[in-house]
């Protein structure tokens, strides 16, 4: 599986961004899909998740309510809509496949398999 992460860039706080990531294989439909970021000298941290049917999602509690992950087995293509950012929200973002086929999304890094190259959003006060 080969994952392509696009959508990153410069915004002001408050602004909005839509991060897509495209992915290759015919199975699509039956992956698991996560957001992480990692921003300078920290850890890399879950943001999203959405399960493979994609009825159920995940957030982590610093970006629930502001971002929304969402995918479109058509195009191979899981989304992270943006909004109200924030300056803490500056990292290098990366999306993730877990080939499992669980109902519930996964929120470790561990569970995923596959990564893609990241794209870095940077959020200016």
């Known amino acids: 599986v080969q994952l392509q992460a696009s959508g990153g860039g410069v915004v002001q706080a408050g602004g909005s961004l839509r991060l897509s990531c495209a992915a290759s294989?015919?199975?699509?439909?039956?992956?698991?899909m996560g957001w992480f970021r990692q921003a300078p000298g920290k850890e890399r941290e879950f943001v999203a998740a959405?399960?493979?049917?994609?009825?159920?999602?995940s957030y982590a509690d610093s970006v629930e309510g502001r971002f929304t992950i969402s995918r479109d087995n058509a195009k191979n293509t899981v989304y992270l809509q943006m909004n109200s950012l924030k300056p803490e929200d500056t990292a290098v973002y990366y999306c993730?496949?877990?080939?499992?086929?669980?109902?519930?999304?996964?929120?470790?890094?561990?569970?995923?398999?596959?990564w893609g190259q990241g794209t870095l959003v940077t959020v200016s006060s």
């Open positions: 993730a496949v877990d080939p499992t086929l669980e109902t519930e999304p996964a929120v470790m890094a561990s569970d995923y398999d596959y």
């Open positions: 294989g015919r199975t699509f439909s039956r992956y698991g």
């Open positions: 959405i399960n493979w049917m994609g009825g159920t999602t």
